[in-house]
């Protein structure tokens, strides 16, 4: 599985970024998902995840509480990443990865086995 990201830019704190992850012709109606981050020097940290139960559950960052959302759209295989009221700390690059490993460890890094290849978000003044 090839995962694609899109949707990083440049944007001023407090703006907004829609982030959007796939992969052509796949399905992940059975994959939970999740978004991670890293900036440089630092190691890959968890952002959000979302269930593969399809009613929606969920799971932040405390980082990305009340800021981020995380939603799915089965019908165009894709998960997105609303980030509203961005701070400079949330630059670095967003992955999205899927997983089909229990729910209680969506918030590790290291059992996602399948990653897309990142897209920058620089929030700056």
């Known amino acids: 599985v090839q995962l694609q990201a899109f949707g990083g830019g440049f944007v001023q704190p407090g703006g907004s970024l829609r982030l959007s992850c796939g992969a052509p012709?796949?399905?992940?109606?059975?994959?939970?998902m999740g978004w991670f981050r890293q900036a440089p020097g630092k190691e890959r940290e968890f952002v959000a995840a979302?269930?593969?139960?399809?009613?929606?559950?969920?799971r932040y960052a405390d980082s990305a509480k009340g800021r981020f959302t995380i939603s799915k759209d089965n019908a165009k295989n894709t998960v997105y990443l609303q980030m509203n009221s961005l701070k400079p700390e949330d630059t670095a690059g967003y992955y999205c990865a899927v997983t089909t490993i229990l729910w209680t460890y969506v918030d590790s890094a290291n059992r996602y086995s399948t990653w897309g290849q990142g897209t920058l978000v620089t929030v700056s003044s």
């Open positions: 979302i269930n593969r139960n399809g009613v929606g559950t969920t």
């Open positions: 012709g796949r399905t992940f109606i059975n994959y939970h």
